[in-house]
């Protein structure tokens, strides 16, 4: 393609063959198996995707403001959420866990992720840690795949356990072909753990902004 320039290539433990690729039009992006990870496309979803939940009345406190203090991020990643939520909420503490330490490594190599003040874990997302937090991000994919351990009740209400009274989940999952009926079918198991469950549809990924 023109304009394209791969600034490193390594194979991954956890999410197969990695490239780092600058463009002209999308700037510097992290792929995993060919899917972008991290800046490009997924920075746009994910702007829009909180842009959506500070404004969502279902999920807002009665003031009808959203306030974050504190963030766990699950699938940091390269960090593009990272950079977005520190834009949003320049005061929160956020956390970030992740499984891959390659892709967390390109993320400070390329995509500024030290920048953000983040408290990296370098773990399996079973391991959270005991607070709750405001807000809780949860993009576990490894390349296209969303590990099935993540999709269990168990799981998924762990998730809500380590939300404050006011705290809100947002689920990504991949929204395209096939991808469609899991994706759903997940949309049906938040409606069984949390209150209020609001889909959302930025491009190829349909996002579920949760609350208690």
């Known amino acids: 393609m023109f304009g394209t320039k791969i600034l490193e290539e390594k194979k991954s433990k956890f999410n197969g063959d990695i490239r780092v690729v600058k463009t002209w039009g999308m700037g510097t992006y992290i792929q995993a198996n060919g899917l972008t990870q991290s800046g490009g496309i997924v920075e746009s979803i994910w702007k829009q995707t909180l842009k959506k939940a500070k404004s969502d009345k279902q999920s807002l ?46 993320g400070n190599k390329y995509m500024g992720l ?41 799981y998924l ?22 991808k469609n009926i899991e994706a759903e079918e997940f949309g049906k198991k938040l409606k069984k753990i949390f209150k209020n469950v609001e889909p959302f549809r930025p491009v190829s990924n349909m996002m579920y902004i949760c609350t208690n």
């Open 61 to 106: 406190p009665s003031d009808g403001k959203l306030k974050v203090k504190s963030v766990l991020i699950l699938g940091l990643g390269g960090g593009t959420v990272a950079k977005i939520v520190r834009k949003n909420w320049p005061e929160a503490k956020i956390t970030g866990i992740d499984i891959d330490p390659l892709i967390v490594e390109l």
């Open 114 to 154: 030290q920048k953000h003040n983040v408290k990296t874990i370098i773990s399996d997302a079973s391991n959270l840690p005991s607070q709750k937090f405001d807000l809780i991000i949860i993009d576990l994919y490894n390349g296209d795949k969303f590990p099935e351990k993540f999709e269990k009740d168990n």
């Open 157 to 178: 209400k762990l998730v809500g356990r380590h939300l404050t009274d006011n705290g809100i989940a947002v689920f990504n999952r991949l929204y395209y072909k096939e």
